[in-house]
């Protein structure tokens, strides 16, 4: 007995018995566009596919709630949510003062039907109350930050972050409806103990020693502090009320941007191309990074799988270090001076490898090779004349 099932696949073209279901399976996690084709497949495999509930009609449904919608990742975890059916409700600073832009959003194909933006505010965590109220998931994305003109004490941050999100996870037992907190974290929230020199491999397991960051008051310190600070939070809010909490720790996200401004991982990612800015320079010495499709893509894996489960998830793909760059943008680029002793005196290090195992046996997977996603990154960036 057949069935049929339609599956988004890759640009190429394709008849059915060419397509493997391993092939249909990846290609659907990692969101990839359209166009679509139609597959025949046997009703035992559509069987075993069902376990997956992006399958089901209902999920596609269903009413989801994103946090800090206009920035990077946001912005482009809700285009992919769109894209697979779903209504999504976000939310976007209030104040007035630094009213955020949100075009961006409302012209994402789906947004007049199926997209509503809320104003919230971390300092104010009943504001994210409507929002979340009918939503069956939080993605909270969003983390307190200096806009342009803004000052913000380390303290303020790491208060409004952890406070903000236990406010959140309130309004989400409140709710009644919804079944999973997802929470974006970063691998700084693992990384930075005083054995760190020693690391070679960092998993779930790790936690980064707050105290031992604060000693060395690190660049960045309190973005750090409080990533770590709100994971803890958020997790421990979830095993002490019930509630489904996972978290996602990428590293340094580079990729395609939507908005009309440049995200700040990128200009830390082009600091070489830039003027070599030397504190940003150093934060590449020796680093992970991850494309921001297969951030995105982890999150709703982990809300639409039934095998995930509460607890922290890091996904990153590839470890690099600031000499593979200079060797990769000056063979690339080379009209493109790079500043001739930029890398005098830098020993290569080798970077500590980030284990992804946990997210990738649960079916999870990456699309692109980091050379890949730099290069076109920065033919993107060069159009758009971020960089001369």
Not at 19 to 31: A, E, F, L, P
Not at 160 to 189: D, P, R, W
């Amino acid at each position: 007995m057949a069935a049929i099932l339609y599956a988004t696949l890759s640009n190429q073209t394709l008849s059915s018995s060419e397509v493997k279901m391993t092939d249909i399976k990846s290609r659907v996690i990692n969101g990839v566009s359209p166009p679509s084709i139609l597959v025949t497949i046997s009703l035992s495999v559509i069987v075993k596919l069902r376990s997956l509930v992006y399958l089901k009609m209902e999920g596609e449904k269903a009413t989801v709630c994103v946090t800090g919608g206009a920035g990077y990742l946001a912005s482009w975890l809700i285009m992919r949510l769109l894209q697979r059916g779903y209504s999504v409700r976000t939310t976007v600073r209030s104040d007035a003062e630094f009213k955020e832009d949100v075009n961006h959003l409302k012209l994402l194909p789906g947004a007049s039907e199926r997209l509503q933006i809320f104003d919230a505010d971390l300092t104010k965590p009943e504001s994210f109350e409507p929002a979340i109220k009918g939503s069956v998931c939080v993605f909270h994305v969003a983390h307190p930050m200096a806009l342009e003109g803004e000052t913000i004490s380390d303290e303020l941050v790491i208060k409004t972050s952890v406070e903000g999100t236990l406010g959140i996870l309130n309004a989400c037992l409140n709710s009644k409806t919804v079944k999973k907190f997802i929470y974006t974290s970063a691998v700084v929230a693992a990384m930075f103990t005083n054995n760190i020199k020693d690391l070679k491999e960092v998993d779930e397991d790790a936690w980064t020693d707050v105290d031992f960051c604060k000693s060395l008051n690190f660049l960045r310190g309190s973005y750090i502090i409080s990533k770590t600070l709100t994971e803890k939070a958020a997790l421990r809010f979830g095993e002490e009320h019930g509630l489904d909490v996972m978290t996602v720790l990428p590293p340094l996200i580079v990729g395609p941007f939507i908005g009309s401004d440049m995200p700040g991982c990128l200009t830390v990612a082009f600091s070489l191309l830039s003027g070599g800015d030397p504190g940003k320079c150093n934060l590449m010495r020796k680093a992970s990074v991850v494309h921001i499709n297969d951030v995105a893509m982890a999150h709703i894996f982990l809300f639409e799988s039934t095998k995930a489960t509460s607890g922290r998830y890091i996904c990153s793909c590839t470890d690099i270090t600031i000499h593979q760059l200079v060797e990769l943008f000056s063979a690339k680029y080379p009209e493109l001076q790079l500043q001739p002793d930029l890398l005098r005196g830098v020993e290569e290090e080798k970077p500590v490898h980030l284990s992804s195992k946990k997210l990738l046996n649960l079916g999870s997977s990456s699309n692109m090779m980091w050379r890949e996603w730099l290069m076109m990154q920065f033919d993107v960036v060069k159009r758009k004349a971020f960089f001369s």
